[in-house]
């Protein structure tokens, strides 16, 4: 129980106690998200961008399937009406699955074994594990816009499950974001790749939570890759963005 309220109490202060990098995030997400705007938040661990685009006025559909994140959500976020709370995991396709749980460091909670198994080798993870699991609900983006619409945007941050949530998506949607790791830049690559099928897009990169992009203009795919490849031996995560060329 102990490890259990520390874990949730670290990520609480990560994503809510940093008042300079939430200014920063509502810069950011403000060139995506604006009032009346809908977000998809698939892994919204403790809501820290469900306060972001609140702020910017957008409607917010926060998927998270973690019991205790779920609680925090919901004490933070069950009665703003343009909070709409899913607790499920999302993938591939719609059913029951397991989630391995790291109760210390919550954030690296996944739906993926092997993503579990291939980031263990890495420093960052070395004091990381996966000491529970729980069976959670699984539906997928289709089915989620199906029943809320198409979202503005949608950040897809699930710890090596990227791939199984954007095979769950049949159409472009008009921006997104998903999470880097230099551990698995091959897994990262094929995300990009599923992205590509998706649309014809523009991507750009902010390192490690900085809510800063990284280049001053949108990259096509080589370009993106490139970037990728020069910060991949600093060994630091980030978040991959994509708009619509048409957007861009």
């Known amino acids: 129980m102990l490890a259990r309220a520390w874990g949730i109490a670290r990520s609480l202060v990560i994503y809510h106690?940093?008042?300079?990098?939430?200014?920063?995030a509502v810069r950011l997400y403000g060139e995506f998200l604006g009032p009346g705007d809908l977000a998809f938040d698939v892994g919204a661990h403790v809501g820290g961008r469900v306060r972001t685009w609140r702020r910017l006025g957008a409607r917010v559909v926060a998927v998270e399937p973690q019991p205790d994140c779920l609680r925090v959500l919901r004490l933070l976020f069950g009665r703003d009406r343009e909070v709409t709370i899913?607790?499920?995991a999302v993938g591939a396709r719609a059913g029951r699955a397991r989630l391995g749980v790291s109760t210390a460091t919550p954030t690296v909670s996944s739906m993926s074994q092997d993503w579990r198994e291939s980031v263990v080798a890495d420093r960052s993870f070395a004091r990381v594990r996966w000491d529970r699991s729980v069976e959670v609900d699984v539906t997928t983006l289709d089915d989620l816009i199906t029943t809320h619409g198409l979202p503005a945007f949608c950040k897809i941050d699930v710890e090596g499950f990227e791939a199984d949530v954007l095979a769950g998506l049949s159409r472009p949607l008009p921006a997104?974001?998903?999470?880097?790791?230099?551990?698995?830049h091959e897994r990262s690559l094929a995300v990009l790749e599923r992205v590509q099928?998706?649309?014809d897009y523009r991507y750009?990169?902010?390192?490690?939570?900085t809510m800063r992009f990284s280049s001053d203009r949108w990259l096509d795919a080589p370009g993106?890759?490139?970037l990728l490849e020069r910060v991949r031996p600093l060994g630091r995560?980030?978040?991959v963005y994509?708009?619509?060329a048409a957007r861009s």
Request: proline share 13%; glycine share 8%.
């Open 17 to 24: 106690g940093q008042p300079a990098k939430h200014r920063r």
């Open 86 to 88: 899913e607790p499920r």
């Open 176 to 184: 997104l974001s998903f999470e880097y790791l230099p551990p698995t």
């Open 197 to 199: 099928q998706l649309g």
């Open 204 to 209: 750009n990169y902010s390192p490690v939570e």
């Open 224 to 226: 993106l890759v490139a």
């Open 237 to 239: 995560s980030g978040d």
């Open 242 to 244: 994509a708009r619509l």
